[in-house]
């Protein structure tokens, strides 16, 4: 496996109960080889809803860099980024510019 990072906030910590309950977030980011990638965390019940919501304002429903976790805690996160960078998962994904 590559050298990469998952970049979070310093002060995730302080907040971190908060995303897990929100079932959703979009600061987190893979760093590997020089590319940073911004991620959109969801567990399957937020991006159920999240879905839901887009199709009854008559709206399609479209996240670059998706990746859904069983629960959005920094361990499930970690556990992602992982797996993107061991599977060659991160060649999916839209770097930022």
């Not at 959109?40 to 809803?49: C, I, K, M, S, T």
Request: aromatic residues 12%; proline residues 3%.
């Amino acid at each position: 496996m590559g050298s990469f990072c998952l970049e979070l906030p310093t002060d995730f910590e302080n907040y971190g109960w908060e995303v897990e309950a929100k079932g959703w977030y979009s600061q987190a980011r893979i760093i590997a080889s020089g590319t940073r990638y911004l991620i959109n965390f969801y567990d399957p019940v937020r991006l159920g809803q999240q879905i839901q919501d887009e199709l009854e304002r008559g709206q399609i429903f479209f996240e670059p860099n998706l990746v859904v976790v069983r629960a959005v805690t920094r361990a499930n996160m970690e556990t992602a980024a992982q797996e993107l960078v061991r599977s060659s998962g991160l060649s999916s994904l839209i770097a930022e510019a």
